[in-house]
């Protein structure tokens, strides 16, 4: 494991005590390969109220990821404000229809299956733009995240083994229940330890860490913890996580490009509180006249070539291999020889969509053969015309590179 960088000595006879901490800490900073929703996915916000730099004792950084890994803050509430620009061309909405429509009905809509109260259709549409959250906490099986919208809310409620997700603006619910212990919506960051969890897990030596001064995020003091790769090639320029003073919880996120300009994601309390948040706050009963869809049934209810569907690519990914290490790790696959249509090879509307995606991208050659690059703020992914994709936050010759190498 590769030291932190850090500005700060140490004496000989604390080596061995850091050293441990090292140890402990590793699993908690990361390089991000792809943000998740991975993607995911802010400029600085001016509602995210930095106001001055607070005289706070002196950290190194080894304590500062030792304290964020020792953060134990059961009870929270507050507001949330996430920016994200990715930089994906404008297809006026049409891909917002597709990530709501991976819920399983045609636009998230609640035709066919769907539900616009569904929390993977509702909550990927963090994935772009501003917006704001109201969350609460208490305890492992307590949460709840209120999307705020014009005129309308969109609330996901954790409470025990109900998971209840409740789109006003339609009047839709969504049911589905849990073992517990594991927040339902964790696989989308909605809030900054959200995405500071996603990053901060290990440390090998792609990665420099260190203590990049102090804020005050919400009325609370914090330091800011600076991570950024070593290696060239990435995409990623630095991620910088406030971390709260008193408690470790981290107060906002900001993953910035090596490109320059706005983040491309930032998270940060607007408001937050650390105190007990009313029980109240967790309950739910549909309102009367809420169509109410269960999960259950949806999933029995599944059309068969949906399901053939998701068979299929979960054999592709089962054969997915990852290239390089650290912050150029690219992750590779085969689809079997199924590049982008063309109208040579397609012809009709097949072509014509081969086409259009097509023009999105860069194309590229190289010993592979020919491809096309499409490049966001973050994440690039090359499809070459043999079916082969080559996807990471690493820029477009990085790709091209990785894909010679393994012709």
Do not use: C
Not at 160 to 174: A, L, P, R
Not at 247 to 275: H, I, N, Y
Request: charged share 25%; net charge negative.
């Amino acid at each position: 494991m590769a030291p932190i960088d850090s500005d700060d000595n140490t004496t000989a006879g604390a080596g061995e005590e850091l050293s441990a901490r090292r140890r402990k800490a590793a699993r908690y900073v990361v390089p991000v390969a792809v943000m998740g929703v991975a993607a995911a996915t802010i400029g600085l916000v001016p509602a995210l109220a930095d106001s001055g730099d607070p005289d706070l004792p002196k950290v190194t950084a080894e304590e500062l990821v030792q304290k964020i890994a020792e953060s134990d803050v059961q009870q929270l509430s507050g507001t949330v404000r996430i920016s994200t620009d990715l930089g994906l061309p404008d297809l006026g909405g049409l891909e917002s229809g597709m990530m709501s429509g991976m819920s399983g009905g045609p636009g998230g809509d609640g035709k066919d299956g769907g539900s616009s109260a569904d929390p993977l259709a509702k909550l990927t549409q963090l994935v772009s733009g501003s917006h704001t959250l109201r969350v609460a906490a208490d305890g492992p099986d307590r949460q709840k995240v209120s999307l705020l919208e014009d005129a309308a809310e969109y609330s996901l409620i954790h409470d025990g083994k109900d998971v209840w997700g409740y789109d006003s603006k339609s009047n839709e619910v969504y049911h589905s229940t849990s073992d517990g212990g594991e927040r339902p919506e964790k696989d989308v960051p909605a809030t900054p330890k959200d995405f500071a969890d996603q990053a901060l897990k290990s440390i090998d030596d792609t990665t420099s860490v260190k203590v990049g001064g102090t804020a005050q995020v919400a009325g609370r003091d914090a330091y800011r913890l600076v991570v950024e790769p070593k290696q060239k090639g990435s995409t990623v320029g630095a991620i910088t996580v406030a971390v709260d003073a008193e408690t470790g919880t981290p107060l906002k996120f900001t993953l910035t490009p090596a490109s320059g300009g706005a983040a491309v994601v930032d998270a940060g309390f607007t408001k937050v509180s650390f105190a007990k948040p009313d029980a109240s706050t967790f309950d739910f009963t549909p309102p009367k006249g809420a169509k109410v869809t269960e999960a259950d049934e949806k999933a029995a209810k599944a059309p068969e070539h949906g399901r053939k569907a998701e068979g299929d690519l979960a054999k592709e990914l089962d054969g997915l291999k990852v290239i390089g290490e650290g912050w150029n790790s690219i992750a590779a696959f085969d689809t079997g020889g199924q590049g982008l249509p063309t109208g040579a090879a397609g012809g009709g509307d097949l072509g014509d969509v081969g086409g259009f995606l097509g023009s999105l991208g860069d194309q590229v050659k190289g010993d592979f053969g020919s491809g096309t690059v499409f490049k966001t703020r973050l994440v690039n992914a090359l499809i070459t015309e043999d079916g082969k994709v080559y996807a990471g936050a690493v820029t477009k010759d990085a790709l091209v590179k990785a894909a010679n190498a393994a012709k």
